[in-house]
C-alpha cells in the first residue's frame, strides 16, 4: 500500500525541523527582525541544555545523575551547529543585532571558533564599556574556551545585569560554559 523506505535515510522530523528554521535564517528575503527571530531562536535551541544546568546541577548531583545537557538538548545543539557557518557567512549583510546574536550563536556552539572571532572582537570593542560589549566578550572567551575568561566574563556580565535584574547565585556545580551561555540567554530573553 505505502511505498517502502529506509529508515536510515529518513530524517528526525524535529531533527528537519531545526534544519528548516536555520535554512530560513539564511535567507535574504527574509526581513531582518523576522532573521534577528529566528537566530535568537537558534541560540537558544543551541544553548539551552547547557545554560539550563546553571540552575539544575544542585539537583542532578543530589540525585547522582551527570551534570551534563542530555540527549535530546545535545541533538538539537548539533542540528543548529551543522547550520552556524552558513549562517555565519552573512555576517558582513546583518544589522549590528543580528551579528550580536551570530557571536552568541557561534559562542553556542563549541564546534565553531576561528572563523568569527575577529568580527566578535571588533564588537567588543565598539561597544567597550556597555552590557553588550562585556556580552561579545564573554562571547570571544566561550569561543576560546577559556575557563579563567569565562568566569570573569560572565562575573562582569552578571554586574552589569543585577543592578537591574537581580540573578540568582547558581549552582555551584554548574559548568563554567553553563553559567556564561545563561547570562548570554538572559540578554535575549
Given at each position: 500500500?505505502?511505498?517502502?523506505?529506509?529508515?536510515?535515510?529518513?530524517?528526525?522530523?524535529?531533527?528537519?525541523?531545526?534544519?528548516?528554521?536555520?535554512?530560513?535564517?539564511?535567507?535574504?528575503?527574509?526581513?531582518?527582525?523576522?532573521?534577528?527571530?529566528?537566530?535568537?531562536?537558534?541560540?537558544?535551541?543551541?544553548?539551552?541544555?547547557?545554560?539550563?544546568?546553571?540552575?539544575?546541577?544542585?539537583?542532578?548531583?543530589?540525585?547522582?545523575?551527570?551534570?551534563?545537557?542530555?540527549?535530546?538538548?545535545?541533538?538539537a545543539r548539533l542540528a543548529v551547529e551543522r547550520a552556524v557557518p552558513g549562517l555565519l557567512s552573512?555576517?558582513?549583510?546583518?544589522?549590528?543585532?543580528?551579528?550580536?546574536?551570530?557571536?552568541?550563536?557561534?559562542?553556542?556552539?563549541?564546534?565553531?571558533?576561528?572563523?568569527?572571532?575577529?568580527?566578535?572582537?571588533?564588537?567588543?570593542?565598539?561597544?567597550?564599556?556597555?552590557?553588550?560589549?562585556?556580552?561579545?566578550?564573554?562571547?570571544?572567551?566561550?569561543?576560546?574556551?577559556?575557563?579563567?575568561?569565562?568566569?570573569?566574563?560572565?562575573?562582569?556580565?552578571?554586574?552589569?545585569?543585577?543592578?537591574?535584574?537581580?540573578?540568582?547565585?547558581?549552582?555551584?556545580?554548574?559548568?563554567?560554559?553553563?553559567?556564561?551561555?545563561?547570562?548570554?540567554?538572559?540578554?535575549?530573553?
Amino acid at each position: 500500500m505505502f511505498p517502502r523506505t529506509s529508515v536510515t535515510h529518513r530524517l528526525d522530523p524535529v531533527e528537519a525541523r531545526r534544519r528548516r528554521l536555520a535554512a530560513l535564517a539564511g535567507q535574504d528575503a527574509l526581513a531582518a527582525a523576522d532573521r534577528g527571530l529566528l537566530l535568537v531562536g537558534l541560540f537558544q535551541l543551541a544553548a539551552q541544555g547547557r545554560a539550563v544546568l546553571y540552575e539544575t546541577a544542585d539537583w542532578l548531583v543530589a540525585l547522582g545523575r551527570p551534570v551534563a545537557e542530555g540527549p535530546a538538548e545535545t541533538a538539537a545543539r548539533l542540528a543548529v551547529e551543522r547550520a552556524v557557518p552558513g549562517l555565519l557567512s552573512r555576517w558582513d549583510v546583518e544589522s549590528e543585532g543580528g551579528r550580536f546574536t551570530l557571536a552568541a550563536l557561534a559562542a553556542a556552539c563549541p564546534g565553531i571558533s576561528q572563523p568569527v572571532r575577529s568580527e566578535v572582537r571588533a564588537l567588543r570593542d565598539r561597544y567597550s564599556g556597555t552590557r553588550w560589549g562585556r556580552a561579545a566578550n564573554l562571547a570571544l572567551a566561550l569561543l576560546a574556551g577559556d575557563d579563567g575568561e569565562i568566569l570573569a566574563g560572565t562575573a562582569r556580565l552578571r554586574e552589569a545585569y543585577d543592578a537591574d535584574y537581580p540573578t540568582s547565585p547558581g549552582s555551584p556545580y554548574a559548568p563554567v560554559e553553563s553559567r556564561a551561555l545563561w547570562f548570554l540567554n538572559r540578554m535575549f530573553g
